[in-house]
Nanobody, 114 residues
Framework: QLQVVESGGGLEQPGGSLRLSCAASGSILDLAIGWLRQVPGKEREGLVCISSSGNTNYADSVKGRFIISRDNAKNTVYLQMNSRKPEDTAVYYC?????????WGQGTQVTVSS
């Protein structure tokens, strides 16, 4: 069973950059991987995904600010968060998918506050 673990969250001031990591316990070569976030009381919001071939699809809420990338050699996907805003405060989740199989991480908290 593949496991994915997010890391890199924390308390950050508005502006600036932060990079989240999603590390998998096995090969991600064939996986499509996405980042989502959730605020208490709201539905989980899809932010961006990257296909196994490297194609990306961004939600309008983060387009131009967040960048997803993957390092297949390290079995890791990254989410570069630029120009942080207080409304980016949420738990960020990594989601990996291959055919009918899905894998979720436990989430990492990102708090953007001055």
């Amino acid at each position: 069973q593949l496991q994915v673990v997010e890391s890199g969250g924390g308390l950050e001031q508005p502006g600036g950059s932060l990079r989240l990591s999603c590390a998998a316990s096995g090969s991600i070569l064939d996986l499509a991987i996405g980042w989502l976030r959730q605020v208490p009381g709201k539905e989980r919001e899809g932010l961006v995904c990257i296909s196994s071939s490297g194609n990306t699809n961004y939600a309008d809420s983060v387009k131009g600010r967040f960048i997803i990338s993957r390092d297949n050699a390290k079995n890791t996907v990254y989410l570069q968060m630029n120009s942080r805003k207080p409304e980016d405060t949420a738990v960020y989740y990594c989601h990996a998918r291959w055919l009918a199989s899905e894998y979720w991480g436990q989430g990492t908290q990102v708090t953007v506050s001055s």
